[in-house]
């Protein structure tokens, strides 16, 4: 009677395991199911992912090539602020001369005064044109600064 009793509830206990074991394998069926779904999804995604990035490095190239585009069009102008630059450090240059002259002249100025008054006026029209150079310089700059800016709109 003790083996009939063992029997039955190894029996029983084996019938809980199987249902246990069935429920347990149900469960990771579904798991397994949802892995998978969650990695179909993930490569949709993976692909749309890669589609925008492809898109972006492509306007990124777009907008790369149009700011070369726009930065060969200030060649012009940068060579024409360099050739002013030139034009300023000569000017510059003349009216350091005309300022060493106009100091060498006024210091002999009170013991010449009639004899130099020619070189005098002289060097007055040279610094009179200089300024007029100057301020005539500073008006085509402007207007080019200004036919850039409408350029531009």
């Given at each position: ?7 039955a509830v190894i029996a029983v206990v084996f019938v809980v395991l199987v ?79 005309v300022s060493a002259a106009v100091s060498q002249v ?48």
């Open positions: 009677m003790v083996i009939e009793i063992s029997v249902v246990y074991m069935v429920s347990l394998m149900k469960t990771a069926k579904q798991t397994m199911l949802q892995a998978n779904q969650s990695l179909a999804q993930m490569q949709q995604d993976l692909v749309a992912v890669s589609k925008e990035a492809t898109n972006v490095m492509h306007d990124a190239n777009l907008l790369i090539k149009d700011v070369q585009t726009k930065m060969h069009a200030f060649d012009p102008l940068l060579a024409s602020v360099s050739q002013t630059g030139e034009v300023l450090a000569q000017l510059t240059g003349s009216a350091k001369q006024t210091a002999g100025v009170q013991n010449k005064v009639s004899d130099n008054k020619s070189r005098i006026s002289d060097v007055v029209e040279i610094a009179k044109a200089g300024f007029k150079l100057w301020q005539k310089l500073q008006s085509v700059r402007q207007s080019y600064s200004k036919n850039e800016n409408t350029k531009k709109e």
